[in-house]
């Protein structure tokens, strides 16, 4: 085989030799403009996240830097983004993002470190429509923590759009102890604010000033309706001092929320006393040392307390029912998860949806009656309780109050369940030998509790027993607090109960005579629409309004 193509001319020396190194790649070098320790950067130990977009964001670090020395390398209290560690470990960040900064002051403040509780929160330049503050806790690697920081102020004069702190508590009990007021003054208003709990335990020997959550200004309605979510409301009142044991119910609000416009939701976990070692209980009964958490407004979009609520009060003035004007202007939805004593709502307007999951008033040692051979309190299955643990009935006191013009929906469920044991031998054990057979039956839904309205409620279902209470149509409330006649207008409600009535009452634009209904009365312009599943017992007992009698009383009953 031959090749026609002919050789190239040139000489061997200059053919192309064959490359047998790697060729030698351009140079790169990074972005002169921009310093190594000016560049964006992503922290991998405190993710900060944008509370819009719920995406990781890349910070500056030019604003961890001490502003009043820009070339030194030293974290600053004041910026976009401050954080710090606290003395157990738990590690910190607060994040502004739009317009503004925050500037965070400890209890510590000429340590030169951000290293124990904090005393103030202090927001500066923010904007209603543009700025969320968002606060992030880690718990400490080393030592067993609850993952919270203490927190005793949080300031802003400007409107601030949405403020999220999670993992952060407001008391005063911080360490090293501060002088500073203790609360969350928010002149400028807000959309939401969210933070882990307020920790209230308030010792009136040392200051009695109570906790304030203030948003807006008096004389400046607020724009726009605050939203506001918390976990726990401890709250406890006690006197270090005294050697009695208090008994007496706290009146004066300790825990109070100030906000000079409507709430568009307010939703919380509990407002209780807190909990209370064993061995320590009779010494903080339930009654005496549960402070009052009030909630001022001039309305409410949404309620939702998810647990217990102990002597828990919506109104327009610190006391509720103090005046014809003191109740909110409406109340569209309420819901409480949990047993509600001692709570009192106040509105001069319509009230939408009110439920009561686990009843109005805690039933824990009231007695019903009692025995007319020995004096014997009864039912005897409530002795032993332990003291101090009992509820505001068992004291006398009223469990509950609400007061309105209108109520469209009323729900109110058991607060309990009572256990029983058939009567007949046959049926006594009717499984193992030995033991008896329990039947279940709903307990007291309403105890000492009055549900009045001036003038009707649309529909009402009432599950349990209801105990010294009364639900009453065509009443004015204010006019009964300030010694007149309360019944006064016509009035309708539909009624489901299933439940005995003792000493207890549902009637409509009724006023019995002599303040017993058994004894007869008035009858005015009133239709009750529903009926009774149960049976009325009249003892000598008074119901909430202070009357005698049991039963359902109004002109017209139509079942």
């Known amino acids: 085989m031959s090749f026609t193509r002919r050789r190239s001319d040139r000489a061997s020396v200059n053919r192309r030799a064959c490359a047998f190194a790697p060729e030698i790649l351009e140079q790169r070098q990074m972005l002169s403009g921009v310093p190594s320790y000016l560049a964006p950067w992503v922290p991998s130990d405190l993710s900060v996240y944008n509370p819009i977009t719920n995406q990781r964001e890349l910070l500056n670090p030019q604003s961890l830097i001490n502003p009043s020395n820009p070339n030194s390398p030293l974290l600053g209290n004041s910026g976009k983004i401050v954080t710090g560690t606290d003395r157990a470990g738990d590690r910190w960040t607060i994040t502004v993002h739009g317009p503004g900064k925050v500037i965070v002051t400890d209890t510590t403040p000429n340590d030169g470190v951000l290293g124990d509780d904090i005393n103030t929160i202090q927001l500066v330049g923010t904007s209603p429509k543009d700025t969320y503050v968002t606060g992030n806790v880690i718990t400490s690697p080393t030592t067993l923590t609850q993952g919270t920081i203490l927190f005793n102020e949080l300031i802003a004069t400007s409107g601030v759009k949405s403020i999220k702190l999670n993992g952060f508590t407001l008391t005063a009990n911080v360490s090293p102890a501060v002088t500073s007021p203790t609360g969350v003054f928010l002149y400028g208003g807000v959309g939401t604010l969210s933070f882990q709990d307020i920790q209230a335990p308030i010792d009136t020997s040392v200051s009695s000033t109570p906790y304030q959550i203030v948003i807006g200004e008096p004389n400046t309605p607020l724009k726009v309706k605050p939203s506001i979510y918390l976990g726990n409301i401890n709250n406890q009142v006690f006197d270090s001092t005294s050697t009695t044991i208090p008994t007496g119910p706290q009146t004066s609000p300790t825990v109070q ?75 569209h939805n309420a819901t409480f998860g949990g047993n509600a004593d001692a709570v009192g709502i106040d509105v001069n307007g319509t009230i939408g949806t009110l439920i009561f999951n686990r009843g109005l008033g805690d039933p824990t040692g009231t007695f019903t009656a009692e025995q007319a051979t020995t004096g014997l309190l009864l039912p005897q299955t409530s002795y032993g309780i332990p003291q101090g643990t009992t509820g505001y009935p068992a004291s006398n006191l009223l469990g509950g109050t609400v007061s309105a013009k209108h109520i469209h929906k009323l729900v109110v469920q058991p607060a309990n369940v009572l256990v029983q044991t058939p009567s007949n031998p046959y049926y006594a054990q009717l499984y193992d030998q ?126």
């Open 257 to 331: 929320f100030v906000i000079n416009g409507v709430i568009r939701t307010f939703d919380i976990v509990s407002a209780t006393q807190g909990t209370v070692p064993a061995a320590y209980q009779f010494e903080f009964p339930t009654v005496g040392t549960t402070g009052r958490t009030s909630v001022q407004a001039t309305a409410i979009d949404n309620l939702t307390v998810h647990g217990s609520a102990k002597n828990f009060t919506v109104s327009k003035a610190s006391q509720p029912f103090s005046s014809a004007g003191s109740g909110i202007d409406y109340l």
């Open 434 to 559: 030995g033991y008896p057979t329990y039947v279940t039956s709903p307990g007291y839904s309403l105890t000492n509790a009055s549900i009045v309205v001036s003038g009707s409620i649309d529909q009402a279902a009432i599950f349990g027993t209801q105990l010294y209470s009364e639900v009453k149509t065509g009443f004015d409330y204010p006019s009964y607090v300030a010694g007149l006649e309360g019944t006064r207008g016509p009035s309708k409600i539909h009624v489901k109960q299933k439940g005995d009535l003792i000493t207890s009452v549902i009637s409509a634009t009724f006023r019995p005579a002599n303040n017993d209904y058994n004894s007869g009365g008035t009858a005015g312009p009133g239709t009750i629409v529903g009926g009774i599943s149960g049976t009325s017992y009249n003892t000598a007992a008074l119901t909430a309004l202070n009357n005698k009698g049991a039963g359902v009383f109004a002109r017209t009953k139509i079942s």
